[in-house]
């Protein structure tokens, strides 16, 4: 049912989106506060099918029909891609990307381009969110006892330790996350995905001081021409 009504609802708000988008562009005689409304209406809409994009994701993986397309991913150029995407939503902070891969080692990993993009974009919009305007968000890849891993690291709000074991619950958002909006079920799509990779992800934080947060993947089975 409730990825019926997901995929239902996505198509007239993906037209919605598309007229409001094209509106702002081209109406020229628009007063400054009719803008304003309009690009508030956009943010909402957008808001609104990311979290039906949650829904689905989460139906789907609960009846067992979550596909995805796993292969070997370089993850230093996906990283920076990443980090590229993001900068254009990121005026207002800083974001660092640092490779901590050993230059004789590869940075390699099995995994689903699309969805650990989408991943890594989840973990830095709430590095931004949770965090005040300035201050740095850092992308670092660096070799993992269980395989590779990218840290997105803020210097933000912080997450209280009750609330640490608890986070990637759908719908806990921590007690000090009220200033701003969210579902509480971007996490859990997280979880959800690093799993069906094969990996993982892992949180360390301290309230008032920012958060770390660890997506390992594994890394690709090696090849009989690798391992001679
Ligand atoms: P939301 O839509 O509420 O952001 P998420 O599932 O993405 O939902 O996150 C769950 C909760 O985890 C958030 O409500 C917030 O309390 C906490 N959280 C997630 N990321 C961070 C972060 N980088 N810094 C501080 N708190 C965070």
């Known amino acids: 049912f409730v990825s019926t009504v ?8 993906t037209i919605v989106q598309g ?3 094209r509106t702002i562009k081209r109406s020229k005689g628009l007063t400054a506060d009719e803008r304003q409304g309009l690009q508030t209406a956009e943010e909402e809409s957008i808001r609104m099918r990311m979290l039906l994009d949650d829904l689905l994701d989460l139906s789907r993986g609960d009846s067992g029909q979550l596909q995805l397309n796993q292969e070997v991913v370089d993850l230093g150029p996906l990283v920076e891609k990443v980090a590229d995407l993001s900068q254009s939503n990121l005026t207002d902070r800083r974001l660092e990307v640092l490779n901590n ?4 080692e590869n940075s390699e990993a099995l995994a ?20 005040a305007q300035g201050s740095l968000i850092t992308l670092l890849l660096h070799p993992h006892t269980d395989g590779i891993a990218i840290d997105v690291k803020d210097e933000g709000i912080g997450i209280p330790d009750s ?14 996350s009220s200033g701003s909006s969210g579902s509480g079920l971007g996490l859990s799509v ?26 390992i993947l594994p890394k690709p089975p090696m090849t009989s021409s690798a391992k001679s």
């Open 112 to 131: 689903d381009p699309g969805r650990l993009q989408q991943v890594l974009l989840d973990l830095i919009d709430n590095a931004a969110k949770y965090s």
């Open 190 to 215: 997280v979880a959800l995905l690093m799993s069906a990779m094969g990996g993982e992800v892992r949180v360390q934080s301290k309230e008032g001081e920012g958060s770390c947060f660890s997506v």
């Open 163 to 176: 609330d640490l074991a608890h986070i990637f619950k759908r719908f806990h958002r921590a007690k000090n």
């Open 6 to 13: 997901s995929h239902e609802l996505r198509t007239p708000l």
């Open 101 to 104: 891969i050993p230059i004789h």
């Open 19 to 21: 007229y409001l988008r």
